[in-house]
């Protein structure tokens, strides 16, 4: 990605610039989940950004306009599927992310600022654009909690996006491993969990981002 300069170098983001969390669906370029975030911190080793209580969001959601998770397993990966516009409910949540690591980890507060937990997205790795950054979730997710102990989540359908024909053996594989990676990183308790971040607090300044009518748009160019 060319930087502002015009140089070969990726451009960063100052804290408090709009920009676009996506994830396309797996094996397309299609994509089916759009988060309007802010960003907190941006440097050649950490994106933070926050998504703030409120913000309006694309989703994927059954033809007929049902929760995802209403359709049972056996065929919640082969329904016809389309997206729609929804806020986003609850709490605010931090997203961290390293250029290379195959996950971002997500921060998650309870009313009045109770840090409740971590969570592990297993994904491919962030390809950047001028808009945002897009990934591919890869259905495998860990809980990490306060005391330090952690949790496999989503092991069911990891399991069902496989039979599905979604994830092939040797990619399901790659997935695990980077799993077992992120679960060493969590025993040895090392960055981003040692860093402090269960303090941090969003700028009251800042307003909700917008969702664009394009923010389903093909990048120009991608980096890592």
């Known amino acids: 990605m060319t930087g502002s300069d015009g140089s070969g170098d990726i451009q960063h983001w100052a804290p408090g610039e709009h920009i676009l969390w ?21 440097t050649p080793d950490l994106l933070a950004v926050w998504m703030a209580p409120g913000t309006e969001c694309v989703r994927p959601v059954l033809a007929d306009g049902t929760s995802v998770h209403d359709e049972p397993l056996a065929t919640r990966y082969t329904a016809p599927r389309t997206t729609e516009r929804a806020r986003w409910t609850g709490s605010g949540v931090l997203k961290l992310a390293r250029p290379d690591d195959p996950w971002s980890v997500w921060l998650f507060w309870e009313r009045g600022w109770r840090f409740r937990s971590w969570y592990v997205n297993l994904e491919e790795p962030r390809r950047r654009w001028a808009g945002g950054v897009d990934s591919e979730d890869h259905f495998l997710d860990i809980s990490v909690y306060p005391d330090r102990s952690w949790l496999w989540r989503d092991e069911d359908e990891f399991a069902q996006a496989q039979r599905a024909g979604l994830m092939s053996a040797e990619r399901a594989g790659l997935v695990r491993a980077a799993g077992a990676a992120a679960v060493r990183l969590v025993e040895e308790w090392g ?4 860093d402090g971040w269960e303090t941090w607090r969003p700028d009251p300044a800042w307003t909700v981002p917008v969702l664009p009518g394009d923010w389903d748009r093909t990048p120009a160019h991608t980096a890592p």
Do not use: L, Q, S
């Open 191 to 194: 960055a981003p969990f040692r």
């Open 22 to 42: 996506r994830y396309r669906g797996i094996g397309t370029e299609e994509v089916h989940i759009c988060r309007p975030v802010t960003v907190v911190h941006d």
